[in-house]
């Protein structure tokens, strides 16, 4: 089993919709969760870090993280068409400082 | 911007040369880790240095090693190089110890052939 999951997808929305991608991890002890946005041929971008149980939002995207169902998951509403990306979960364990990364799930926005 | 730099921006290196790779973090972050980003893939972590000390390590071979400096810069050395090198090198730096919210700087292609 992969310490983190994600669907590779593509994973293709219409413009102005909500696009939920999703993440699950294997090491109950992980603390800290970040998504990270991933242009063709550039290095990742961080956009989003989670801690706690609940929602976090900030502007048009919301973390969501159930740490007993151990799943993690981001929502983008309105999506444009720079959204297109590759989106990245990362999980933490603060015990030994590596953060371990999902292979990526490819979004692309359809105008 | 993150203010994390990284140099060369493309390598290219031949089966069994060595390499350096070097990342300036953003000033104030001592904390810098270093990740191997195969195509299609995700980064897969290679070490942290905190303050100038190793700071944790991936599964990665003993070739792979690191330097950190005063000024908040930092080295990837690679020795005899395999074809499986071949990725996008990536630093990113953060401030104080631990991951916690990284910033990567642009990356490094390296290719070996």
């Known amino acids: 089993q992969k310490e983190v999951e994600q669907n590779s997808g593509p994973l293709s929305v219409p413009e102005g919709a909500i696009a939920s991608l999703n993440c699950t991890y294997s090491d109950r002890v992980s603390q800290s969760f970040f998504w990270y946005r991933q242009y063709s041929g550039k290095s990742p971008e961080l956009i989003m870090s989670i801690y706690s149980n609940g929602d976090k939002e900030d502007g048009r995207f919301t973390a969501q993280l159930n740490k007993a169902s151990q799943y993690v998951s981001l929502l983008i509403r309105d999506s444009q068409p720079s959204d297109s990306a590759t989106y990245l979960c990362?999980?933490?364990?603060?015990?030994?400082?590596?953060?371990?990364f999902g292979t990526g799930t490819r979004l692309t926005i359809i105008p | 911007e993150t203010g994390v730099t990284q140099s060369p921006t493309h390598l290219i290196k031949t089966r069994g040369q060595q390499v350096t790779l070097r990342c300036s973090s953003q000033?104030?972050?001592?904390?810098v880790s270093w990740y191997q980003q195969a195509l299609g893939q995700g980064p897969q972590f290679i070490f942290q240095y905190y303050r100038e000390e190793e700071n944790g390590r991936g599964n990665f071979p003993p070739r792979f090693s690191g330097l950190q400096f005063p000024n908040y810069s930092s080295e990837l050395n690679v020795n005899a190089l395999e074809l499986d090198d071949s990725a996008l090198y990536l630093c990113?730096?953060?401030?104080?110890?631990?991951?916690?919210?990284?910033?990567f700087g642009p990356g490094t292609r390296l290719t070996v052939t």
């Open positions: 000033s104030g972050h001592n904390t």
């Open positions: 990113a730096s953060t401030h104080g110890r631990g991951a916690y919210e990284q910033y």
């Open positions: 990362a999980v933490l364990n603060f015990g030994n400082e590596k953060l371990t």
